[in-house]
């Protein structure tokens, strides 16, 4: 395995002034690396590099930028498998999932190379003659990027690709426990001839790092993606200082399984969908509420694919689950599901942790749930799912909104009156029905309430990097 994972700061690899910090495997528990830990001066000398690189990034034609995106989109493609291998190392997940991901990303590249292209201004009809009024959408100026350790690459490429493709420098840190994934996401861009300077990659404490950064004068937009209470922080610094932030956060989504629903592909999706990346996953359904004619039914068709589900090592044939990411994934499941079952709720199957090396945990179905359990109003953000019945869908989406958080909603119902009823009713950023059907480059993924604000992916994402501004001029 690979030693310390650097950071890329003005266009050169380097270590960090605050020494490094152990990265783990989470199958095992064993340190299989470094990772570089920023101090002040990297990160001054980041600034430095941004603020003079936006003055030459944002100048550069969006034709060229793209040629560039594109092809650090086609390095990493080509680099998929090596990458993949070190994601599941210091992950978990499953090496096909890892590898799915480096591949999904590169699309993400490709549509903000794209993108870019498009972003296209207006010209305003004057009341006096001889003047031309044109309202510009420019480069925003530097972003300072924050992303997590659960797609290590795909959350990363969201906010440095459309930074780039808006004609933005970056400064991203990227997670500690994660980080070598990211540095080779990071290659990439600077292989495929993105100047010194427009990616600046650190690692570091993240608070010491948010806190100085988001202030600093040369950064004019935040994007965060975590938790709720670290992207509450940060969105308040933000707005101390003006500047513009996009929050992804956490989420408990809900699944409806309506009445006339087609059961069976309900099931086959919620189980895959629930487990995929050991349910550490911001859209992950996590409040499963099922009409009462179909409820057992449910129950046992979950309870038998979360036991066939094969759970280990992420290199190993056949894997479907791996660990879960870090220590504290796993006492916070530990404490879920003790805090459920002493509220009265039944373990289904699982709700204990496997073996004692690594971080597994069972795949976990609870039902007889109470509402007021942590399981019901916390962000799960693991591998455990309370199953409910429900006889009145009016009801059903009323509970579904009734949490603070609205990231994503999933359904299953066949009415044109059932789906519209879901469609309308539910309140989420992100409303999925009969299929999953988010997530992709294209589309807008983002919150409501307090899962967050601002979208990545799709137009919308790329709008968060740029701001108006309008140029009057008379012909005299
Ligand atoms: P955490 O709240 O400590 O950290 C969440 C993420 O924010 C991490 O990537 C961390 O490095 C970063 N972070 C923490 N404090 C920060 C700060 N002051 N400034 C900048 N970045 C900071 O929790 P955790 O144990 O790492 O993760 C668990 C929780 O985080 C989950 O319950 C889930 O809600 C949330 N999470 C969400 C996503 C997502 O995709 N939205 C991803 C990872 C974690």
Redo the contacts with the bound molecule.
């Keep these: 395995m690979v030693d310390c994972a650097q950071m890329l700061i003005a266009g050169e690899w380097c270590g960090g002034g605050a020494g490094t910090a152990d990265v783990l495997n989470p199958a095992t528990g064993a340190v299989i690396g470094a990772v570089a830990m920023a101090d002040r001066a990297d990160l001054d000398r980041a600034l430095d590099a941004a603020a003079a690189a936006f003055v030459t990034w944002s100048r550069v034609s969006a034709y060229e930028r793209s040629a560039i995106l594109r092809k650090a989109a086609d390095l990493l493609r080509s680099r998929a498998e090596a990458i993949g291998r070190l994601m599941t190392s210091e992950q978990g997940k499953p090496f096909p999932e890892a590898k799915g991901e480096v591949m999904g990303s590169a699309d993400h590249i490709d549509w903000a190379a794209e993108e870019g292209r498009r972003i296209y201004g207006r010209v305003i009809p004057s009341r006096a003659p001889n003047v031309s009024q044109i309202s510009h959408r420019v480069p925003l100026g530097v972003v300072a990027g924050?992303?997590?350790?659960?797609?290590p690459v795909s959350?990363a490429v969201r906010k440095i690709a459309g930074a780039l493709g808006a004609g933005c420098p970056i400064i991203v840190?990227c997670?500690?426990?994660t980080p070598f994934s990211c540095v080779e996401l990071v290659r990439c861009f600077a292989d495929a001839g993105v100047p010194a300077g427009v990616v600046n990659l650190v690692y570091g404490v993240?608070?010491d790092?948010?806190?100085y950064l988001i202030p600093a004068a040369p950064v004019r937009m935040i994007t965060?993606?975590?938790?709720?209470?670290?992207g509450k922080?940060?969105g308040e610094l933000a707005a101390r200082h003006v500047k513009r932030c996009t929050l992804?956060?956490?989420?408990h989504s809900p699944f409806i399984v309506a009445e006339d629903a087609n059961v069976d592909a309900a099931l086959a999706l919620a189980v895959g969908l629930k487990f995929r990346n050991a349910g550490?996953?911001?859209a992950s359904p996590s409040r499963f509420m099922v009409h009462e004619r179909h409820y057992e039914r449910f129950v046992d068709g979950f309870v038998k694919g979360a036991e066939a589900l094969k759970v280990g090592e992420g290199f190993a044939d056949g894997v479907q689950m791996g660990p879960l990411a870090?220590a504290?994934?796993l006492e916070?499941m530990e404490a879920f599901v003790a805090d459920a079952a002493a509220r009265g709720a039944t373990v289904r199957t699982g709700g204990r942790r496997i073996g004692n090396e690594g971080y597994f945990y069972a795949p976990t179905v609870l039902t007889d749930v109470p509402d007021d359990a942590r399981l019901m109003v916390e962000?799960?953000?693991g591998p455990v799912a309370p199953i409910a019945p429900f006889s009145s869908l009016e009801t059903a989406i009323e509970k579904a909104n009734q949490l603070p958080f609205a990231l994503a909603a999933f359904a299953f119902g066949s009415s044109q009156h059932t789906v519209s009823q879901l469609a309308d009713g539910l309140e989420a950023g992100m409303v999925s029905i009969n299929h999953f059907g988010i997530a992709s480059p294209e589309t807008p993924f983002g919150g409501m309430k307090e899962s967050g604000y601002g979208s990545e992916g799709g137009v919308e994402g790329m709008e968060a990097f740029v701001t108006t501004k309008f140029v009057s001029t008379a012909t005299l």
């Design positions: 924050f992303s997590p350790w659960n797609f959350q840190k997670p500690e426990e993240p608070a790092i948010s806190e965060f993606t975590g938790s709720i209470p670290v922080h940060l992804e956060l956490g989420g550490q996953v911001c870090n504290r994934r916070a962000e799960p953000f």
